[in-house]
């Protein structure tokens, strides 16, 4: 009797890594774009933004399937803090998600602004909240000085 010996097969698991190195840019007062360097062979992703307080995703906990790298959000609740996630999708499920980082969306400025009252010795400052600030910080200057350009996340 003979036996018949079978080639093996060879065959490659394509590596779901977790993207790494996210990060945020061009943040505006309801988006931000969200971009990460891919470690493994996805070609789409699961975003996820969750406002700052929440509990952390779970493994079945799904975010915005994209296949763009980098992912513009869009919707975010003005002076709303998130942290952000990202994971692969891969042939075989998703990875793992991603650390978090955190989004500030962009603070809108305030407008009509109104000072009465100047004096040598102080002013009256007043302006309209066009967005949700519950704190400002009020920079007086010296007309002669230099405009200083600062932009700081107070929400």
């Known amino acids: 009797m003979k036996k018949a010996y079978g080639q093996a097969a060879q065959f490659s698991i394509p590596n779901c890594s977790t993207p790494v190195e996210i990060f945020a840019t ?11 360097t891919e470690t493994g062979s ?11 307080g929440s509990p952390e995703p779970a493994s079945d906990t799904s975010g915005i399937l994209t296949s763009s790298n980098p992912y513009t ?15 692969p999708v891969c042939a075989f499920g998703v990875g793992e998600w991603s650390y978090s980082i955190y989004v500030y969306p962009a603070c809108t400025a305030p407008a009509m602004l109104n000072i009465t009252n100047l004096t040598a010795f102080g ?3 007043a302006w309209t909240e066009m967005g949700s600030a519950t704190q400002w910080e009020v920079i007086v200057q010296p007309a002669s000085a230099q405009r200083q350009m600062r932009q700081l996340p107070v929400h």
């Open 123 to 125: 002013a009256n400052v």
């Open 42 to 52: 996805a070609t789409q992703w699961e975003v996820l933004l969750l406002p700052v």
């Open 26 to 36: 061009n943040t505006s007062t309801t988006g931000a774009t969200i971009n990460w």
């Open 73 to 87: 959000a869009s919707g975010l609740i003005p002076g709303t803090v998130y942290k952000c996630y990202v994971r």
